[in-house]
């Protein structure tokens, strides 16, 4: 899987673990996965680092924790750490249910093999791209065709791009005629992505300034919603691919 290999470039891990063994197999994963942790072995050092550096996934041995609710709730409150994903180390799966209530997303069970602990961590990181592609607002600068009640047939310029929804400039003028679009306005969006899919989407302006608007997607067909996930996620592991070069090159 070449693809995730990829996005785990740049993904920034704790690792809370003072078991030996464990520790072990589960930093040769780490490193197929090509993913450098932080290691700890104890939880004042977590919530040190926690509190200091911001961290894609945090792996917890629960017996490294007296109270794991604690725990991941100082996690939570951590400025840098709000959204991370989290994956606890248990043995007894009788905690199951308190892990999920806590907080957790993903969880390796002791003894655990390291063909399991792959899945688990490729799970985790699959996970925090989804979340990235969600939150990505990638620079664009494409053509589209937005129709309204009132304009049926105007050309703007799309200026970034988003799983969600799309910033539009809306002051210059164009052989359709000036794009005037008003906060709560429908609209429907005719436009190519750069990879060369054709999308129609239909969306609500959502805000307004006098040379731009945001608009908020209500419906993409599936199959082209699909290729704009697609197309995001290549945009997400090409930014995670750029800032992992900048940062070798600083510490070089």
């Not at 969600?164 to 190519?192: P, S, Y």
């Amino acid at each position: 899987m070449e693809s995730i290999r990829k996005t785990t470039l740049e993904m920034h891990t704790l690792l809370l673990c003072a078991d030996v063994q464990f520790l072990g197999i589960t930093r040769n994963v780490l490193n197929q996965l090509q993913v450098t942790p932080k290691i700890v072995g104890n939880c004042d050092a977590a919530l040190a680092l926690i509190q200091e550096h911001e961290f894609d996934v945090i792996i917890v041995d629960w017996r490294e924790i007296d109270n794991l609710a604690d725990f991941l709730c100082a996690v939570r409150k951590s400025k840098k750490n709000q959204e991370c994903v989290l994956v606890a180390i248990m043995r007894d799966l009788l905690d199951l249910r308190q892990a999920f209530a806590a907080g957790v997303h993903f969880l390796i069970h002791k003894p655990a093999s390291a063909v399991q602990i792959e899945r688990c961590l490729r799970a985790a990181y699959c996970a925090t791209v989804a979340r990235r592609r969600k939150q990505h607002r990638e620079p664009v600068r494409t053509l589209a065709t937005v129709s309204t009640r009132t304009q049926p047939f105007t050309e703007a310029i799309i200026v970034n791009l988003s799983e969600g929804g799309m910033g539009l400039q809306t002051e210059a003028q164009n052989k359709m005629g000036r794009v005037a679009l008003n906060a709560g306005e429908d609209v429907d969006i005719r436009f190519a992505l750069p990879s060369g899919e054709i999308l129609h989407t239909t969306g609500r302006v959502v805000w307004t300034t006098l040379h731009c608007c945001g608009v908020k997607f209500s419906y993409i067909p599936e199959d082209e919603r699909l290729a704009l996930e697609q197309w995001m996620t290549e945009c997400v592991e090409r930014s995670l691919a750029e800032l992992c070069g900048r940062m070798r090159a600083v510490c070089a």
